[in-house]
């Protein structure tokens, strides 16, 4: 069961520079979202999205942009890496579910991004 | 103050010990609450959700305290493998995911 997908798992770039992370589930989750993970801080929301065709904003979007053009896939474009970027980024789905049980959120396995 | 906070730890406990973590919310309309489990270097995974009249899952428990805004979770006869880092998650809404997450709490099970 592939579960999320997401690559690449490790990356350096260069301050200016521009790339994407993939990040593709095959549950048929209607809602994903990115988070990055910072030490002594929790998981913080960049972008979400809860449908093909409808992404928002996280609490820190900048410096980021997102698509959603399939239910399956929802990738994460840096526009111009800062050294401030560098984190771990994590990719998640779920179902758009009730209460307790319906929100299990399902991760990737993070991608590891050092901007220099 | 943060939305969602936690003791970060390090708690050190030896091999069959209990230990507790609690987890502190802001925000009253809080709607439910989960656990997850982060091991080092990898993605977090639920552990357990919490119900209000809490629940048991094994050697875990979970309580929920809406009048002090808290939530706890309790380890019985501690394993080595239970060594991670254990998040606290809060979902603001009823419908669809508005989740906020605490720091985490490092768990060391020593032998």
């Known amino acids: 069961n592939a579960g999320v997908t997401q690559t690449p798992k490790f990356q350096v770039l260069k301050t200016g520079q521009s790339m994407t992370l993939q990040c593709a589930q095959d549950m048929n989750h209607e809602y994903m979202s990115w988070y990055r993970q910072d030490p002594g801080m929790g998981l913080r929301l960049i972008h979400y999205s809860v449908g093909a065709g409808i992404t928002d904003q996280g609490e820190v979007p900048n410096g980021y942009n997102v698509s959603r053009s399939t239910t399956e896939d929802f990738p994460l474009r840096l526009l111009s890496a800062a050294p401030s970027q560098t984190s771990v980024y994590f990719c998640a789905s779920s179902y758009i579910g009730m209460g307790v049980t319906g929100n299990t959120i399902y991760f990737g396995e993070g991608s590891w991004l050092t901007v220099v | ?111």
């Not at chain 2, 209990?18 to 080092?40: G, I, K, L, P």
């Not at chain 2, 309790?74 to 998650?89: E, F, M, N």
């Open chain 2, 1 to 111: 103050r943060k939305e969602v906070e936690q003791d970060p730890g390090p708690f050190n406990v030896p091999e069959g010990a209990t230990v507790a973590f609690n987890c502190t919310y802001s925000n009253s309309a809080s709607q439910s609450f989960f656990w997850y489990r982060q091991d080092c270097r990898k993605e977090p995974k639920l552990l357990m959700s919490v119900y209000s009249s809490g629940n048991e899952d094994g050697r875990f428990t979970a309580q929920l305290n809406r009048a002090s805004q808290y939530i706890s979770l309790l380890i019985r006869d501690s394993k080595l493998s239970d060594s991670a880092t254990y998040l606290c998650v809060v979902n603001l809404r009823r419908s669809g995911n508005k989740l906020v997450f605490g720091a985490g709490t490092i768990l060391r099970v020593k032998s």
